[in-house]
Structures are given as structure tokens and as C-alpha cells.
């Protein structure tokens, strides 16, 4: 997308639905929104199908609205439940297979610096932890090792949700879900320590529980992505279908979670910490 | 046996999977051709073709894709001022717009919107027996034509700016903005020949309900009732 592509042609307006024209209106296109701005414009994402109460959606919703430039951003996806609300969103989004966001974000990406090279595209991958620690699991590794310059969201819901509850890399061990009744035989992988071990410039872990941190950690992904190299952010974003969570708790579930053993991780590296600080100096200045 | 009898495509239903007609031996028209219901005509008869079949069956409506509706690049304009003053010629006719292809789930108001994975519930709820793609990209009016033939009885006519589409009952291939015009000129000659449409007595152009209640929605923002345009 790009902002000259949100003029509706002339005399056709009024035969927008309605959602179109609140888009082009009062849609975030083209300025920096705040989390204190939420409720007073109109989100990229707002119905989905996914089921009520769910966390996924709540994270999906705050992090589509804290991209720093949503006109400018591709989101790459693949099977799993966040994609039922991701590709819902007025944002392109591109369906990878299960297994190979990250190379076709790759692509993505190489291809759009070579078509335009005085704009910063923004490709961000989201897909669950299925889709990025387990069967896409090398595309993530390699896109890593290269260095890739875009973002990785793992909608880290510790189970296969979409297809009713296989245990999935990031299931804790123990952990029985309802497609895996032995319980897990081996540890969560550590993900943040693969990051690490790679190179990842920005790597975070957190939950839905804070909208401000979700924005700020969001923000900072996408923005060292653009110069410096790969970032990761690892959300909790539990399913309360599967772990049998009831709705109007699973935001406790998440405050709970946060405190024992998720916390909010942020790793940086010296080069996105400088970048970060020379465009915060520059946008003040 | 092999069945030697040409494959027709016409207006359905046809069943859950109809075969996309290329695979049945429909081929796309050259520059100058155009396709009814299956087999290639002069662009001149495809025309007349469409323009008797949107005055004369029910509720014609047009689904203008995001290639008209956006004004994403020079000469989009000049092509939705095409499509309106084609609109102007068809009484009764309402405009439902394809504003993009993203799913739209849990549920779509089918009086505002056509969505390419579902196109049936608009073209069910509006009881539309004849329809205009316009500017929407071809993969997606290609899977779109196939379910409405599949699921309904809606005469499907195409306007295609590039190659023309084999899954609709009338197509014209590379159609700008000049092709538009002919057709609504070729509309404007059968009136003149005696042809009365079948609303004959209703304005060009009829706003669904939800287009009402939007257009209201918007005056009331604007104060004055101007559109913002
Ligand atoms: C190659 C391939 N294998 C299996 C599937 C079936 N499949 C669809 S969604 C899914 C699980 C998704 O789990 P996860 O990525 O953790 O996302 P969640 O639904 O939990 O958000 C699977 C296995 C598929 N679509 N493609
Ligand atoms: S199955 Fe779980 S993760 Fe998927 S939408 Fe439902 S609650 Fe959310």
C-alpha cells in the first residue's frame, strides 16, 4: 500500500461501506498513533472470527496499531488462528505456507528494497508458535542467520490451537493439552537464546497485560528491522479454548503468567540501542 | 464417449464446482472479440449482448473492483466516470462495491459490500440476476464468476482491463474507459430501437438501504449534506 492509494475515485464515496470510508477518514494512514489514542480512530482491525475473550486477538489488535507506519507495512502469515484475524485487517497481508514465512518474507522484503529504495517497507512475520518454532522453525533459524532485515511476532499460545490442541515446541513440559495426552516429554524451546545466539539485533518477550509496553516493544521491532537487522518478540497470548480458560479470566491468566514466569524480556543489541537513541535525537530535533 | 457438444457457460446454479470453462475448451477473446457464453463474437455484438441483458433482467448491478474505486494512479478517474455514466443509462441499477479482497468474517452486510469469498450472499440477499465486474483484479474475479455461476442464477458480464474472462457469460477484454462508453452507448441505441427496460420508471441509480444510511451518516457529519468527494 501507500497513501496515494487511499483516495477513493471521484463519485464513488458514497457507495463505499461504511467501514471504507471511516478508513479513509479516520484511519491511521500517514500519522503516529498513541496507545491514549485507541477509541478515537479507526483500527486497521476491528471484527474478526476468532473466538470471544481470546488473547491472540487482544495482542493482534494492539500490535497492528502500534505499527509505526501501517501504509508502509506488509504482514506475512501463515495457517493458524491469528491469521484469521491478521488477514482481516486493512493491511496487505501475504498467506506463507506452514513452514515458510520467513523465507517468503525474505523475499518480500529483498524485493521491495530493490523497488523502492528512498522508502522504508516494513515486513512483519506473525504466526504462532507452531508455525515459527516448530515447522517453520529452520525459515525462522536461517532468516536469522542472515540477517534479515524484519520482524518476527510469535503468537506464543503454547499449543497448536487451530487444529484443537497438539502440543507444539513452546508447550511447557508436563503440560498435557487435549490432542497430547502423555503431557509434554521435553522443555519449552528457548527461543529467546536461539535469538540470541544469532545475532538478533532486538529480541523481547512479554504479554498482552500492558497496551503501552506492546506499543513500545512493537514499535522498537519494526523500526531497528528497518537498518540494523532481525527482530523477535515472543507474546503470550494463551488460548483459552485449549487451556480452558474462561473468557472474562484471561487477562488475569496473562497478569498471572507475566509474573511467574513470562515477566517482559527486552535484549538489545548496542547497534539498535545507538539507532534507536540517533532517531528519537533526529524526531526531536 | 467423448462429449463433442461445446461447453456453454450460462447462467446457474451449476452445482458445488462448476469446471473453470477454459479447461472445457472456452478460449479468451483477441482485441476486437469479446465472449458470450462460451463462444466469441464480435466486440460490437458482445456489447449489444450486455446491454439488452442488463436493461432486461432483475436487479442489474454493478461490482466495481479496487481498480476503479482507488484512485491509485492516473487514468482511474476518467474510468469511474465511465462506469457511472453507465450506471446513469440502466434504471434501477445499484453500484455494490469490491472495495478489496480481504475475508470478511463473521458476517458481511451484503447490501454494502460483495467479497470475493463469499460473492453468493450479496448476489442472494439482493436477488441480482445480472452483474458487471469492473476493475477487480483477475485471479480474484476468476474464483468469484465460478461460485456465482456454481450458486446462482446471476448473468455474470465482465469489463476486463487485461485478457477477458472465460468464467462470465458476456466478457470484453482491455476495456478502459472508451470500451465502457460503448457499452452504454450500445445501451442508449436499444432504448432508442424501442427497447423498454424493465424498470423503465426507476431513477439510474438506486442506493442500497446501507448506502442510504451511510450517505445520511456522512451529511450529518459534514453539516451541509456535501459529500466529501
Ligand atoms: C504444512 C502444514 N501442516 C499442517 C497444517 C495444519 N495446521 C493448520 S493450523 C495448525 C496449527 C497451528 O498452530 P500454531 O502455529 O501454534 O498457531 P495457533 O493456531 O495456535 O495460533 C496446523 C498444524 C498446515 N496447514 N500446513
Ligand atoms: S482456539 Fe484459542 S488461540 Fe484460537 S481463536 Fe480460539 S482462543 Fe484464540
Known amino acids: 500500500m501507500a497513501l496515494r492509494t487511499l483516495n477513493v475515485a471521484p463519485g464513488f464515496m458514497r457507495f463505499m461501506p461504511k467501514e471504507y470510508q471511516d478508513l479513509v477518514e479516520k484511519g491511521p494512514f500517514g500519522r503516529q498513533i498513541k496507545v491514549t489514542d485507541l477509541g478515537t480512530f479507526k483500527e486497521v482491525l476491528e471484527e474478526h472470527p476468532m473466538c470471544e475473550g481470546c488473547a491472540m486477538a487482544f495482542f493482534i489488535r494492539l500490535s497492528l496499531a502500534a505499527l509505526p507506519n501501517p ?16 488477514s482481516q ?36 512475520v506473525m504466526a504462532g508458535d507452531g508455525g515459527l518454532s516448530d515447522i517453520g522453525f529452520s525459515q525462522v533459524m536461517h532468516s536469522w542467520f542472515r540477517k534479515e532485515k524484519f520482524t518476527t511476532i510469535m503468537l506464543d499460545n503454547e499449543v497448536y490451537g487451530n487444529t484443537g490442541g497438539q502440543e507444539s515446541g513452546m508447550t511447557r513440559k508436563g503440560e498435557v493439552v ?24 532486538y529480541i523481547a518477550r512479554l504479554t498482552p497485560t500492558n497496551p503501552s509496553r506492546v506499543f513500545s516493544t512493537i514499535r522498537k521491532a519494526v523500526l531497528i528491522a528497518r537498518e540494523v537487522g532481525p527482530t523477535y518478540v515472543q507474546a503470550y497470548t494463551s488460548c483459552n479454548i485449549e487451556y480452558s480458560i474462561a473468557p472474562e479470566k484471561v487477562l488475569d491468566d496473562a497478569r498471572q503468567v507475566e509474573k511467574e514466569r513470562y515477566g517482559f524480556v527486552e535484549i538489545m543489541s548496542d547497534e539498535a540501542k545507538a539507532y534507536l537513541e540517533r532517531i528519537d535525537a533526529e524526531s526531536k530535533a | 464417449m467423448i462429449n463433442s457438444k461445446p461447453y456453454r457457460v450460462v447462467p446457474g446454479p451449476e452445482g458445488l464446482l462448476p469446471p473453470a470453462a477454459a479447461t472445457c475448451g472456452v478460449v ?8 458470450v457464453l462460451g463462444s466469441l463474437q464480435s466486440e460490437q455484438d458482445t456489447l449489444l449482448v450486455m446491454a439488452r441483458e442488463l436493461l432486461t433482467r432483475k436487479n442489474p448491478t454493478i461490482f466495481p473492483g479496487p481498480l476503479v474505486l482507488w484512485a491509485w494512479k492516473e487514468g482511474v478517474a476518467e474510468k469511474a466516470a465511465s462506469v457511472l455514466e453507465l450506471a446513469d443509462e ?22 454494502a459490500v460483495i467479497n470475493p469469498c463469499h460473492p453468493n450472499l450479496t448476489i442472494w440477499h439482493n436477488k441480482i440476476e445480472v452483474c458487471v465486474f469492473v476493475g477487480v483484479h ?34 470484453l477484454p482491455f476495456c478502459g ?24 420508471d426507476t431513477p439510474g441509480i438506486q442506493l442500497t438501504p446501507t448506502q442510504q444510511t451511510v450517505l445520511s451518516g456522512l451529511a450529518w457529519q459534514h453539516g451541509d449534506g456535501a459529500l466529501a468527494e
Open chain 2, 28 to 35: 479468451l477473446p483477441e482485441k476486437g472479440e469479446g465472449l
Open chain 1, 178 to 201: 487435549k490432542m497430547a495426552p502423555l503431557g509434554k516429554q521435553f522443555e519449552k524451546i528457548d527461543m529467546l537464546g536461539l535469538a540470541q545466539t544469532s545475532g538478533v539485533a
Open chain 2, 90 to 111: 440502466i434504471p434501477g441499477v445499484r453500484i455494490i462495491p469490491m472495495p478489496d479482497y480481504r475475508p470478511i468474517y463473521p458476517k458481511i452486510d451484503p447490501e
Open chain 2, 138 to 171: 483477475c485471479h480474484f474475479a476468476n474464483i468469484t464468476l465460478k461460485m456465482i455461476r456454481a450458486g446462482t442464477n446471476c448473468y455474470t458480464i465482465t469489463l476486463c482491463h487485461e485478457a477477458g474472462h472465460e468464467d462470465s457469460m458476456a466478457s
Open chain 1, 89 to 124: 485487517a486493512a493491511i496487505p497481508f501475504v498467506y506463507g505456507n506452514y513452514c515458510d514465512t520467513n523465507g517468503v518474507a525474505t523475499g518480500l522484503k529483498r524485493g521491495l528494497q530493490i523497488r523502492f529504495p528512498d522508502q522504508h517497507k516494513d515486513v512483519v
Open chain 2, 177 to 200: 474507459s472508451d470500451q465502457v462508453r460503448a457499452l452504454t452507448e450500445a445501451i442508449r441505441q436499444l432504448k432508442r430501437e424501442g427497447l423498454r427496460p424493465r424498470y423503465a
Open chain 1, 71 to 86: 501504509e508502509h507495512t506488509v504482514m506475512v502469515g501463515t495457517a493458524g488462528c491469528g491469521r484469521l484475524a491478521i
